[in-house]
């Protein structure tokens, strides 16, 4: 019986002096780590409105705890215009929209070219020539719109590389669920700032069953290299966020965005 009590006795005694002889693996925050904006048009059409609220509803999830603080824009009339009030976000999260009028042009471009983070979904980066904004067409690194894919379909897609942190965990070909998918022109593969994360595969074509594309470069996940920023295209629909694959690769490129803000890694404080 001695010889029991003693050795629990000396189980307990070398809990914390092992805990002292090696580091603890976690990084608890004590406080939330940074601010979010996400931002939506509820008079968007349907299948957009449709994943863009379930990505709000993602997004906030992934801020249980308060890791951090999101706060949510469902009137882009109501976007900031200003710089100051932009500036307070590290990352601004844009489902199916984008800012209008010259204020809101303004101010974000101003954040984006001062190491504000972006991450953009779908139709956030469609342009034409009725956009009339010539820097956005630069900051997202590729052409107008060309053609797409209908109705909405599942795709198989290639990792054009896992070195990026957005693709690493990711295996180098999947199948994302359905959805509208743009191609570009020219192509953001043609823009040496652009690095490619992620493609349709071409022996998806031809994809598509009444509207088809038959070929060409299909780039649909992309970092523009000259600022903080991830453009994924997929968002139609509400079957976006049934692959824990695809939901992966929307975390990881909402972490690596936020990871690189010019004030400091906020996950390593």
């Known amino acids: 019986m001695k010889r029991l009590l003693l050795g629990l006795l000396m189980t307990v005694i070398s809990i914390p002096v092992m805990a002292q002889q090696s580091d603890y693996p976690a990084n608890y925050a004590s406080a939330p780590r940074f601010k979010a904006l996400v931002a939506y048009d509820p008079h968007a059409e349907e299948a957009h409105v449709q994943f863009d609220k379930q990505a709000v509803n993602f997004f906030h999830k992934l801020s249980y705890g308060e890791g951090y603080l999101m706060d949510v824009i469902d009137d882009m009339e109501k976007f900031p215009t200003s710089y100051d009030q932009l500036k307070e976000y590290s990352i601004i999260i844009m489902l199916n929209a984008m800012p209008g009028g010259k204020e809101r042009r303004d101010a974000f471009e101003r954040y984006m070219e001062n190491g504000g983070g972006w991450l953009g979904f779908h139709a956030s980066a469609y342009n034409d020539k009725d956009t009339h904004w010539d820097w956005f067409n630069k900051f997202v690194g590729c052409g107008t719109f060309l053609c797409n894919n209908w109705p909405p379909q599942p795709a198989l897609v290639d990792c054009d590389t896992n070195d990026n942190p957005v693709t690493y965990t990711l295996p180098s070909q999947f199948v994302v669920p359905a959805s509208e998918f743009y191609q ?43 600022y903080r920023m991830v453009y994924i295209n997929q968002g139609h629909g509400d079957e976006s966020f049934i692959d824990a694959t695809q939901n992966l690769l929307f975390t990881n490129a909402f972490r690596w965005v936020v990871s690189k803000d010019p004030t400091g890694n906020p996950f390593e404080k």
Request: charged content about 20%.
């Open 184 to 226: 570009w022109s020219p192509s953001p593969r043609s823009n040496p700032d652009v690095e490619i994360l992620m493609s349709i595969s071409p022996k998806m074509y031809p994809f598509g069953i009444k509207d088809v594309v038959n070929f060409g470069d299909f780039p649909i996940v992309w970092t523009n290299k000259k």
